[in-house]
T-cell receptor, first 114, second 111 residues
Framework: EPEVTQTPSHQVTQMGQEVILRCVPI?????FYWYRQILGQKVEFLVS????????KSEIFDDQFSVERPDGSNFTLKIRSTKLEDSAMYFC????????????FGSGTRLTVV | GENVEQHPSTLSVQEGDSAVIKCTYS??????FPWYKQELGKRPQLIID?????GEKKDQRIAVTLNKTAKHFSLHITETQPEDSAVYFC??????????FGQGTELSVKP
């Protein structure tokens, strides 16, 4: 069964540093998403992306965040200047079409900001 | 804005008993109603979903029921087993929209 893969699985970074989280969506999928989950809390939507542009973003997704599809396979989330409160699990997901009801999450990247 | 609430927040049952988790949502345009299971340190995994034109769906020991008029849907697990212990999230969405997760229900199944 095709999977969404994410790297790294765990990243530790100093406050104020830039981090890039990487995702390889399922190959024939065109819609990509980032969600995050602070430890012990619910999963929160960050951003959706289609046709090389953001479709929708949440209030969390401020100017410190950006997304990019740099090539035909990767989908990245960049946090320019990390804060302690950015520490969370970040999940990528993809779908064939927005009308496709369900989609599969990647295994996640645990980001720890110290 | 959109609001999703789950009840209860924690649920403890004996192995073999049934468990029911209820999810209430506010967005009347929601038309897709999934339940995700998340084990500690892992990704949310889709376990069952239902679309707005269906009232009930069953898959072996799990089922989901939908009441669109009252804007709630429920997860039913029968004959619970210790491996059912996890956090369960509902995450309704409208067509093409984002999943909006509830706060989760921690299910504990005691052997």
């Amino acid at each position: 069964e095709p999977e969404v893969t994410q790297t790294p699985s765990h990243q530790v970074t100093q406050m104020g540093q830039e981090v890039i989280l990487r995702c390889v969506p399922i190959s024939n999928h065109l819609y990509f998403y980032w969600y995050r989950q602070i430890l012990g809390q619910k999963v929160e939507f960050l951003v959706s992306f289609y046709n090389n542009e953001i479709s929708e973003k949440s209030e969390i997704f401020d100017d410190q965040f950006s997304v990019e599809r740099p090539d035909g396979s990767n989908f990245t989330l960049k946090i320019r200047s990390t804060k302690l409160e950015d520490s969370a699990m970040y999940f990528c997901a993809s779908s064939e079409a927005p009308g496709q009801y369900g989609y599969t999450f990647g295994s996640g990247t645990r980001l720890t900001v110290v | 804005g959109e609001n999703v609430e789950q009840h209860p927040s924690t649920l403890s049952v004996q192995e073999g008993d049934s468990a029911v988790i209820k999810c209430t949502y506010s967005d009347s345009a929601s038309n897709y109603f999934p339940w995700y299971k998340q084990e500690l340190g892992k990704r949310p995994q889709l376990i069952i979903d239902i679309r707005s034109n269906v009232g009930e769906k069953k898959d072996q020991r799990i089922a989901v029921t939908l009441n669109k008029t009252a804007k709630h849907f429920s997860l039913h697990i029968t004959e619970t087993q210790p491996e059912d212990s996890a956090v369960y999230f509902c995450a309704p969405r409208r067509a093409g929209g984002k999943l909006i997760f509830g706060q989760g229900t921690e299910l504990s199944v005691k052997p």
